[in-house]
């Protein structure tokens, strides 16, 4: 079900191993639904995702939100363990204040 206002994301683990975890990743806004897949690297906590299927491109701010989380994730792994599954629902932020976080 798609979000009536702002967006939410979802990732749900699908393998780990000692390179990291490979999660399948959607997007979810009134505008659209995005799905792709998400390697976080256990030694640094990078993050990367392939190709996003969808219409047009996915939301920046919402790929922002999904990266930290993912990023939360891995700081926590070593004691919690991956997560098998998460989702969040965040506001569109204002334009204004993110031009402000960007310059």
Known sequence: MQPEAGGRFEALL???DEAGARFRVEL???GG???SEAL???ASGEVEWGAW???GEAPEWLCR???AALR???RAHEE???PRRFTRWREVPDARRARDEEG
């Open 14 to 16: 699908i393998h780990q």
């Open 28 to 30: 979810s806004t009134a």
């Open 33 to 35: 639904v995005w799905s």
């Open 40 to 42: 976080v690297a256990k």
């Open 53 to 55: 299927s969808g219409p």
């Open 65 to 67: 939100y999904l990266r």
């Open 72 to 74: 939360s994730a891995w």
């Open 80 to 82: 919690d363990g991956w």
